[in-house]
Nanobody
Framework: QVQLVESGGGLVQAGGSLRLSCAASGRTFMNYAMGWFRQAPGKDREFVTA????????TYADSVKGRFTISRDNPRNTISLQMNSLKPEDTAVYYC?????????????????WGQGTQVTVSS
């Protein structure tokens, strides 16, 4: 059974930083792309960032480009999301997801496995 467990969410002031982590188990994690999505209250889930199976390719939503950084540690079966210069509009539940493909995608369809989410709240 595939499990993705996020951690690292919390409350932070605008301009601050947080680092999210996602621990994966139950699958050959290193063979697949991974991504982060988020969902704010009353809004649809949206793509944040993704990383290819070997970390060679990353892609970011325009809204977080230059502020967020995704990385992966395949031997430890974890991915991380470093979030800097946080804004109130970054407030959302953040979800880690595992794709069925090696390459990145900004669409949620290839991501068949999802974590339970971690809350990030940025106060103004």
């Amino acid at each position: 059974q595939v499990q993705l467990v996020e951690s690292g969410g919390g409350l932070v002031q605008a301009g601050g930083s947080l680092r999210l982590s996602c621990a994966a188990s139950g699958r050959t994690f290193m063979n697949y792309a991974m991504g982060w999505f988020r969902q704010a209250p009353g809004k649809d889930r949206e793509f944040v960032t993704a990383i290819s199976w070997n970390g060679g390719t990353t892609t970011y939503a325009d809204s977080v480009k230059g502020r967020f950084t995704i990385s992966r540690d395949n031997p430890r079966n974890t991915i991380s999301l470093q979030m800097n210069s946080l804004k109130p509009e970054d407030t959302a539940v953040y979800y880690c997801a595992s794709s069925i493909y090696r390459g990145v995608s900004t669409d949620s369809a290839p991501y068949r496995y999802w974590g339970q989410g971690t809350q990030v709240t940025v106060s103004s």
